[in-house]
């Protein structure tokens, strides 16, 4: 029997496109963009236990800059540290679920009318997400993520652990000072468990940008925001409720 038919028919027979490497390349980006968006609402129940790091302390190792920080827990923290925090930065703390829409809607209504909020809508959780996965600096993609991200840790981490957390990843001083700990040594040379109310507003006042507000040598606006940050923590009542440790039955 001839070949020949045979040799024609796989000849005539459809041949399979190959898959062209700018599709390969495509999937794989894809796959790598799904698993950098899911990866977050993996870790953060892990952080009920394990102290992370921000990822700008990760990007700063990575650049081989300073990073200094002792994670401590919020029972070695002076409690007027968080409550001034809260005061500051997220008076709704307690009783909203990771996302202050009411302040939020503030800041759109804001932005739309084209002025300048002094104090931004992001409360501590978003903060907090901001820190530990996103990146710095304002952008509407960054928002996008941050949100749902807030919505989940709310849901998986408890308000105490998210402020434990939140006091020790937090930037504050310009040569890679991170955490509660590091802040207070540097600016008033004792442990975050020290803290006077005074000492707490004003490393709170630093916050918005430690990179140019310096607690040990504050300018006087700098103590001036302090002030009004000790004042509003005398005056917020039960602000920080969520956080006390619990009291044995």
């Not at 024609?8 to 459809?14: G, H, K, L, M, Y």
């Not at 930037?171 to 590091?182: D, H, L, N």
């Not at 006042?205 to 700098?222: D, E, F, G, M």
């Amino acid at each position: 029997m001839s070949a020949e038919p045979q040799q024609i028919a796989q000849r005539d027979a459809p041949r399979r496109a190959p898959r062209s490497l700018p599709m390969r390349v495509l999937r794989i980006l894809l796959i790598g963009a799904a698993i950098l968006l899911l990866l977050p609402y993996v870790l953060a129940p892990l952080y009920r236990a394990v102290d992370p790091v921000s990822t700008l302390m990760l990007w700063r190792w990575a650049m081989g800059e300073r990073v200094a920080r002792t994670p401590v827990p919020i029972d070695r923290i002076a409690p007027s540290l968080p409550r001034a925090v809260i005061a500051a930065e997220d008076d709704k703390f307690c009783s909203h679920h990771g996302i202050d829409f009411g302040e939020l809607r503030l800041v759109l209504k804001a932005e739309a009318a084209g002025s300048r909020r002094i104090r931004g809508g992001s409360s501590l959780t978003q903060q907090l997400a901001k820190n530990l996965f996103l990146w710095p600096g304002r952008s509407y993609v960054r928002k996008a993520l941050e949100l749902p991200l807030a919505l989940w840790i709310d849901l998986v981490i408890p308000k105490r652990r998210q402020l434990e957390i939140y006091l020790n990843v937090a930037q504050w001083g310009p040569s890679g000072e991170f955490g509660a700990e590091a802040a207070a040594r540097r600016a008033f040379g004792k442990p975050a468990s020290a803290l006077s109310p005074g000492e707490s507003a004003m490393l709170v006042a630093t916050l918005p940008n430690p990179i140019r507000r310096n607690a040990k040598s504050p300018s006087p606006t700098l103590r001036r925001l302090a002030a009004t940050y000790t004042a509003r923590s005398a005056a917020g009542g039960d602000i920080d409720r969520c956080v006390k440790p619990a009291r044995p039955a």
